[in-house]
């Protein structure tokens, strides 16, 4: 009879292959009584209320408070988030995590006052206070407080529109309930004959299927229930941007996207320089779906065979030790400190290494100012994504150990538009040194060598997997900011979203951005009425200008010397002491020409002319 693997419990998991969180506390009762003493601090901020107008150094005695009680938290919040991911059934940290969030909470409210305090100043006592001797450690950090100072309404106006979160949150609830809880999408045969239940996490797998006949199957049986709910589903994401448009409005934005960039300090210049920038390389993908409809011989292609690979994974293994020194080996062009520092790191415990009963799936990175930049994994030595995936992490831990190590607590933490650049970064060079260790058993061989013979297929299968994260991530992204862009204008010039307008808007971008020679099913054109990103408006073009950057920055640190270098680094160690488009400045991308998306996809357009001529 054949073995079943069951996962270990939590407590048959090898310390060793345990992340050792005495970085934050040395136990859980030592996370107690810190927990208490830092709750006890909440209501100190009530003696501050009122008197924000005082001068500026009464301001510093709050903001040295906040940054203090913040820094705590932080860390009590951390540890208790972690020891929740180690197993999720484990309810003593459940309660944990529960009474830091109920503590945090009672937090925020004790801090509203801060704001709207600080703004009701006149324009010249800000400015005073920007430039005060006191103010002076947290002068970045008042200026872009006071930049929203004509965004911010009157008390009794602000005080209506916080009354309305909630109310505020419905499109998206009503979007999750009814995608996750409510549409039931039935049975559906893979490839082996099994009967597997379709959901939105095995559609992923149903698209990976060698057999055609499956994929085409599971396509229109997953989108029949979009097609029977699509005029909810639109009513549900027509609200959501009547309200992104409302709030823009209200806080008097020139419009709902400029009202979202505004954050980052980012114009929407980056925004449109991007979809321009994608739009004039789109042959190079039409070639590479062409490649791909060829080599797969079909007659026709559409989009659920975009997805499954075209070569078989390579039969490869990575023990963990071998995971990080091959991930080590391809990030030697960040220096000997990086790679000493990360090897330690990733093979000390750092990491949290393997499944267990209970535990979070996925991985992800998670640190402190104070603490070791923690990452989960649910590593498989046969998975080479995992050893992807890992580089990745490492890419964010890093980001934030140099970050901590080099700012003050105010400015070490890095914005979202920065956060992928790092991690992406490692991702680009663990492909290319992988790619380059194929190339090189190709020459062997070819040159009478021990080389690897298969040294070919191997970079094919890597170049096909890059060309993959690329279209996904810089192409596929910007298609959807480009829908989002749409929507929104219509929503701003009265133009209702009916089902109708979205299909018929959707369905103009697949044909731009698939081409002439692609086969558009009819249900696909419901694809914009499914994706959760589309209710947290403006946010995907961050992925896509983050792996810009990251490809750009990676060539130009494997080509440039010294300097280079030492740009990319201090990017890492700069947190968020600029805003995001000058710290990417720095270190040597000017995300507001369109030069960095144009060095991407250059770099696509390559992979795509070697992929043709490997098979």
């Known amino acids: 009879m054949s073995k079943t693997k069951k996962l270990p419990a939590r407590s048959q998991v090898k310390s060793e292959d345990t992340w050792d969180l005495a970085s934050l506390f040395k136990s859980d009762e030592k996370w107690e009584a810190a927990f208490v003493a830092w709750e006890k601090q909440v209501g100190h901020y009530e003696a501050f209320r009122g008197k924000l107008g005082d001068g500026p150094d009464v301001v510093a005695k709050l903001f040295d408070f906040d940054c203090e009680f913040d820094q705590a938290g932080e860390r009590l919040g951390t540890y208790a988030h972690l020891r929740t991911t180690e197993d999720m059934a484990d309810s003593r940290y459940q309660r944990m995590l529960g009474r830091y969030e109920h503590a945090a909470t009672k937090a925020a409210e004790a801090t509203s006052f801060i704001r709207p305090e600080i703004l009701a100043l006149s324009d010249k006592k800000l400015k005073e206070y920007a430039e005060s001797k006191p103010l002076k450690p947290y002068k970045l950090q008042l200026e872009r407080l006071i930049r929203y100072k004509p965004h911010t309404l009157g008390p009794g106006e602000e005080k209506l ?12 609830r009503v979007f999750r309930q009814l995608t996750d809880a409510d549409l039931k999408f039935g049975m559906c045969k893979n490839e082996k004959g099994e009967q597997v239940e379709l959901s939105h996490s095995s559609f992923a797998s149903f698209l990976r299927s060698p057999s055609r006949n499956v994929r085409k199957k599971a396509f229109h049986q997953y989108y029949a229930q979009f097609r029977g709910h699509e005029n909810s589903l639109a009513a549900a994401y027509s609200s959501s941007v009547q309200k992104d448009v409302y709030y823009a409005k209200a806080r008097g934005y020139a ?16 925004y449109d320089n991007l979809i321009a920038a994608v739009r004039g390389k789109l042959p190079a993908i039409y070639k590479y779906l062409e490649v791909r409809r060829k080599k797969m011989k079909l007659r026709d292609i559409h989009h659920y065979d975009t997805y499954v690979p075209i070569l078989s994974e390579l039969d490869s293994k990575h023990t963990w030790k071998q995971a990080v020194d091959v991930v080590v080996a391809a990030l030697e062009p960040l220096g000997d400190e990086y790679c000493r520092v990360l090897h330690d790191g990733l093979a000390g415990r750092w990491c949290d290494r393997y499944p267990n009963q209970g535990k979070r799936s996925g991985a992800f990175s998670s640190g402190s100012y104070k603490g070791w930049p923690y990452i989960l994994m649910n590593y498989q030595s046969d998975v080479l994504d995992h050893v992807f995936t890992l580089a990745h992490e490492a890419g964010h831990s890093m980001h934030t150990h140099y970050s901590a190590k080099h700012q003050p607590y105010q400015y070490y933490n890095y914005t979202i538009f920065v956060a992928e650049v790092a991690s992406t970064f490692n991702e680009q060079l663990l492909s290319r040194h992988l790619m380059q260790k194929a190339t090189a058993g190709i020459h062997k061989a070819a040159t009478g060598g021990r080389g690897n013979k298969s040294g070919g297929k191997q970079r094919a299968y890597l170049i096909n997997r890059e060309i993959d994260a690329i279209r996904g991530t810089i192409i596929r992204q910007t298609m ?11 929503v701003e010039a009265g133009e209702p979203l009916t089902v109708e307008t979205l299909k018929n808007e959707y369905g103009k971008l697949l044909a731009d951005y698939f081409g002439p020679d692609f086969t558009i099913d009819d249900e696909l054109k419901l694809e914009c009425l499914r994706i959760p990103h589309f209710y947290s408006a403006f946010y995907v073009y961050k992925y896509a200008t983050g792996l810009s950057a990251a490809i750009a920055l990676s060539e130009r640190v494997l080509s440039g010397g010294k300097t280079e270098l030492n740009d990319y680094l201090s990017f890492l160690k700069g947190g968020s002491s600029k805003w995001p488009l000058d710290l990417l400045k720095d270190a040597g991308v000017d995300m507001t020409q369109p030069e960095p998306v144009d060095t991407a996809l250059a770099y696509f357009e390559r992979l795509v002319e070697e992929l043709d001529e490997l098979l």
């Open 480 to 490: 959807f900011a480009e829908f989002e862009k749409i929507s929104h204008a219509l």
């Open 255 to 270: 419009s709902a996207r400029e009202g979202s960039l505004f954050h980052d300090n980012v114009p929407v210049a980056v």
């Open 161 to 172: 529109l916080a009354m309305q979160s909630e109310m505020a949150g419905t499109a998206d």
